[in-house]
């Protein structure tokens, strides 16, 4: 057995821990990057769409953020087992799904607490009872694998438990989101395509972000559904999402367009 000196150990230790550090740094700089552009993307829009941005607008983007991002993760699993140009995504997968949870929970805490004008507690307790709900048992469920989102709890639970557990969390979770802003935004979605937006907004003929992260779930909940049926399956899948999706988002502006006045 080779003894390796006191001191070499404990270098070798901290020359560990120093690569583990840059190592993070990396690992959620790039995740955080990604969030940070999806962020201002979409925040630009809706300040372009309202003609105003305030804390009721930024809720909305640290939603949608927090679920694109959930989408993302779900996604890169089948996209590497499909195709091999998502490979290199694979290891973000957890801090995107951290820094989702982050967003969701801050949009949860929001909604809340500080939107009391808009979203009164009574609403939730009566006509956004169901949507309620299903957004407090998403973000609960995240909250259970935020905290099992370490080497200890995966030691401690067993590699494979613990990597199910992640798995069906993070589905479960974009489950119950699915539920959460379908129940709650679909009359408004129907609406939209009938009349337009509301005419106190800057840019009716626009969208909400919530109907353009709506078809983007659909199209995850699409791939998912197909890949668990074959894996020739989910490929098609993957080929017809990446035409239709982006055709749909064009069908939807220019659908718009009448509305404008
Ligand atoms: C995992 C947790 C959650 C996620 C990812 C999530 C996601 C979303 C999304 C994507 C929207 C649509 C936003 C839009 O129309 O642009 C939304 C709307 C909303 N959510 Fe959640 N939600 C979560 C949990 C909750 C919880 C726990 C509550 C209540 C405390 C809540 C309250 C609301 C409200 C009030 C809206 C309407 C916002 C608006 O129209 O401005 N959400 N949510």
């Given at each position: 057995m080779?003894?390796i000196?006191?001191?070499s150990?404990?270098a070798?230790?901290?020359?560990?821990?120093?690569?583990?550090?840059?190592?993070?740094?990396?690992?959620?700089?790039?995740?955080?990057?990604?969030?940070?552009?999806?962020?201002?993307?979409?925040?630009?829009?809706?300040?372009?769409?309202?003609?105003?941005?305030?804390l009721?607008?930024?809720?909305?983007?640290?939603?949608?953020?927090a679920?694109?991002?959930?989408?993302?993760?779900?996604?890169?699993?089948?996209?590497s087992?499909?195709?091999?140009?998502?490979?290199?995504?694979?290891?973000?997968?957890?801090?995107?799904?951290?820094?989702?949870?982050?967003?969701?929970?801050t949009?949860?805490?929001?909604?809340?607490?500080?939107?009391?004008?808009?979203?009164?507690?009574?609403?939730?307790?009566?006509?956004d009872w169901?949507?309620?709900?299903?957004?407090?048992?998403?973000?609960?469920?995240?909250?259970?694998?935020?905290?099992?989102?370490n080497?200890?709890?995966?030691?401690?639970?067993?590699?494979?438990?613990?990597?199910?557990?992640?798995?069906?969390?993070?589905?479960?979770a974009?489950?119950?989101?699915?539920?959460?802003?379908?129940?709650?935004?679909?009359?408004?979605?129907?609406?939209?395509?009938?009349?337009?937006?509301?005419?106190?907004?800057?840019?009716?003929?626009?969208?909400?972000?919530?109907?353009?992260?709506?078809?983007f779930?659909?199209?995850?909940?699409?791939?998912?559904?197909?890949?668990?049926?074959?894996p020739?399956?989910?490929?098609?899948?993957?080929?017809?999402s990446?035409?239709?999706?982006?055709?749909?988002?064009?069908?939807?502006?220019?659908?718009?367009?009448?509305?404008i006045?």
């Amino acid at each position: 057995m080779k003894i390796i000196p006191r001191e070499s150990a404990t270098a070798l230790n901290s020359q560990e821990q120093k690569i583990n550090w840059k190592y993070q740094f990396q690992q959620y700089g790039m995740a955080f990057t990604a969030a940070a552009i999806l962020f201002v993307v979409l925040s630009l829009y809706l300040f372009y769409r309202r003609g105003y941005y305030d804390l009721y607008i930024a809720n909305k983007v640290f939603a949608g953020v927090a679920t694109v991002l959930l989408g993302v993760v779900i996604l890169i699993g089948p996209g590497s087992r499909l195709f091999s140009f998502p490979d290199r995504y694979v290891q973000y997968r957890k801090e995107l799904g951290i820094i989702a949870f982050l967003l969701a929970l801050t949009h949860s805490i929001v909604s809340f607490f500080f939107l009391q004008d808009k979203f009164p507690v009574q609403k939730f307790l009566s006509t956004d009872w169901w949507p309620f709900v299903f957004g407090l048992i998403a973000t609960a469920v995240l909250i259970a694998i935020f905290f099992i989102s370490n080497d200890w709890a995966m030691m401690t639970l067993g590699r494979e438990r613990w990597w199910r557990l992640q798995y069906w969390g993070v589905r479960l979770a974009f489950a119950f989101i699915l539920f959460h802003v379908f129940i709650m935004k679909w009359s408004g979605w129907v609406k939209w395509y009938q009349v337009g937006g509301s005419k106190e907004l800057a840019h009716p003929e626009w969208p909400g972000a919530g109907l353009l992260v709506g078809w983007f779930m659909v199209f995850v909940f699409f791939i998912r559904l197909a890949e668990f049926v074959s894996p020739r399956l989910g490929r098609v899948a993957c080929y017809i999402s990446a035409v239709v999706l982006p055709f749909i988002y064009i069908a939807t502006f220019w659908w718009g367009r009448q509305f404008i006045e």
